[in-house]
């Protein structure tokens, strides 16, 4: 099993919609989940960062923990061509030697459709 | 907008030459990455560092080496390029959060170098 898993996508959605993102992790340990945002050809860069405590809301953007099932989302209200890109879930490592490094899921593919 | 300098963007080099690809920040980060990352494919740790005269080897196993003398600058070196070497490399940087610290692992991209070898 992967340490961070995504759906490789292409996740479709016309525009206006909602647009949901999913990952699941593996190291129970993790206390901290982001989500990033690369466009093709460029470098990640973050949108939101929640820690194990709670969800969190930013504008459009609404980050959703569920540690009981290891599942992180993201949701994109009011979808804009604009966000077609790829979503990379990353997940902080919780034990070892290397802890605090991100762990990244190799990223979904969404395309939000005019 | 993060500060953190990557050079050259683009570099096209022929088989066995050495090259130097610089990654510099001004934010103070104790932390730094290098990310390997072929078109449409994961991100690949190669490599981070701690702090000054601090290395470590990431997740994907690199012929390349990298240095930490100064906190502000992380080059990453590859003694003889080949062709398998070309990809797109991202550089990163963070504070030094540990497991607990949330926001303080937060990292922070450069533009990246894209290295073709022939």
């Known amino acids: 099993q992967k340490e961070v898993e995504q759906n490789s996508g292409p996740l479709s959605v016309p525009e206006g919609a909602i647009a949901s993102l999913n990952c699941t992790y593996s190291?129970?340990?993790?206390?901290?989940f982001f989500w990033y945002r690369q466009y093709s050809g460029k470098s990640p860069e973050l949108i939101m960062f929640?820690?194990?405590?709670g969800d969190k809301e930013d504008g459009r953007f609404t980050a959703q923990l569920n540690k009981a099932s290891q599942y992180v989302s993201l949701l994109i209200r009011d979808s804009q061509p604009s966000d077609s890109a790829t979503y990379l879930c990353?997940?902080?490592?919780?034990?070892?030697?290397?802890?605090?490094?991100?762990?990244f899921g190799k990223g979904t593919k969404l395309s939000v459709k005019p | 907008e993060a500060d953190i300098y990557q050079t050259p963007r683009y570099l096209v080099i022929g088989t066995g030459k050495k090259i130097t690809l610089e990654c510099s920040q001004t934010m103070g980060h104790d932390k730094m990455y290098w990310y390997q990352q072929d078109p449409g494919m994961e991100l690949h740790l190669i490599h981070y560092?701690?702090?000054?005269?601090?290395?470590e080897k990431g997740d994907l196993s690199s012929e390349s080496t990298v240095s930490r003398i100064r906190t502000e600058h992380f080059p990453l070196t590859l003694e003889s390029a080949r062709p398998s070497h070309t990809s797109q490399y991202l550089c990163?940087?963070?504070?030094?959060?540990?497991?607990?610290?949330?926001?303080?692992?937060?990292?922070?991209f450069g533009a990246g170098t894209r290295l073709s070898v022939l």
């Open positions: 560092s701690y702090g000054v005269n601090s290395t």
């Open positions: 190291d129970r340990g993790s206390q901290s």
């Open positions: 929640i820690y194990s405590n």
């Open positions: 990163a940087s963070s504070e030094n959060g540990g497991f607990m610290s949330g926001a303080k692992n937060i990292q922070y």
């Open positions: 990353a997940v902080n490592r919780g034990y070892g030697g290397s802890q605090g490094n991100l762990i």
